[in-house]
């Protein structure tokens, strides 16, 4: 499985931006798409993340009310829209996958097989 993450980029406190992961053709049917960040020395923490199958969503405590995550079945891709951005969502964001769609570990870096390269998303304020 491949992950090609895009649409980071600089914007001002209170703007929005929209990631996308576009993700290569698989046969896997319990699937967690997710979205995950790392700022600049600070571990990588959970953003988002959706089921591919039946789409149940999840959230970080810090991005609910203010982010979106999102999926197109026919092309393939999950998003991330982000508004109200604060100074404080500023870092790498990395899009994943888990392959065997376990619930109780959703949040867990360490259960997602796949990764994208990352995009870098910088909020000034």
């Known amino acids: 499985v491949q992950l090609q993450a895009s649409g980071g980029g600089l914007v001002q406190a209170g703007g929005s931006l929209k990631l996308s992961c576009a993700v290569s053709?698989?046969?896997?049917?319990?699937?967690?798409m997710a979205w995950f960040r790392q700022a600049p020395g600070k571990e990588r923490e959970f953003v988002a993340a959706?089921?591919?199958?039946?789409?149940?969503?999840y959230y970080a405590d810090s991005v609910k009310g203010r982010f979106t995550i999102s999926m197109d079945n026919a092309k393939n891709t999950v998003y991330l829209q982000m508004n109200s951005l604060k100074p404080e969502d500023t870092a790498v964001y990395y899009c994943?996958?888990?392959?065997?769609?376990?619930?109780?570990?959703?949040?867990?870096?360490?259960?997602?097989?796949?990764w994208g390269q990352g995009t870098q998303v910088t909020v000034s304020s």
């Open positions: 994943a996958v888990d392959v065997n769609g376990i619930l109780s570990s959703v949040r867990l870096s360490e259960a997602y097989d796949y």
């Open positions: 053709r698989h046969t896997y049917s319990r699937v967690h």
């Open positions: 959706l089921r591919w199958r039946g789409g149940s969503t």
